[in-house]
Nanobody, 116 residues
């Protein structure tokens, strides 16, 4: 069974930084594309960043230039470094292996709150 455990969220002022982490179990982590999603209040969950097993990166336009996704395959962990945070970045952040579509059970996520 694939499981994800997200951590590292918190409360930060606009312009500040946070790094959130996600540890994954139950898959061969190193070969899997990993995605970071967020769900902001009143909005649908959205994809914000992805990283392939070989390190190819993609970002949503809203976070490009401010967020950096990375991974440590030895630790089965994916990170999201968030700089120059804005109030609209507030939400619950989740990670997910991109290859799993149907039947995915989201982890508990980690709350990021950016105050203005």
């Amino acid at each position: 069974q694939v499981q994800t455990v997200e951590s590292g969220g918190g409360l930060v002022q606009a312009g500040g930084s946070l790094r959130v982490s996600c540890t994954v179990s139950g898959i061969i982590f190193s070969i899997n594309v990993m995605d970071w999603y967020r769900q902001s209040p009143g909005k649908q969950r959205e994809l914000v960043a992805s990283i392939t097993g070989r390190g190819k990166l993609t970002y949503a336009d809203s976070v490009k230039g401010r967020f950096t996704i990375s991974r440590d395959n030895a630790k089965n962990t994916v990170y999201l470094q968030m700089n120059n945070l804005k109030p609209e970045d507030t939400g619950v952040y989740y990670c997910k292996p991109a290859a799993i579509v149907g039947g995915w059970i989201w982890g508990q996520g980690t709350q990021v709150t950016v105050s203005s």
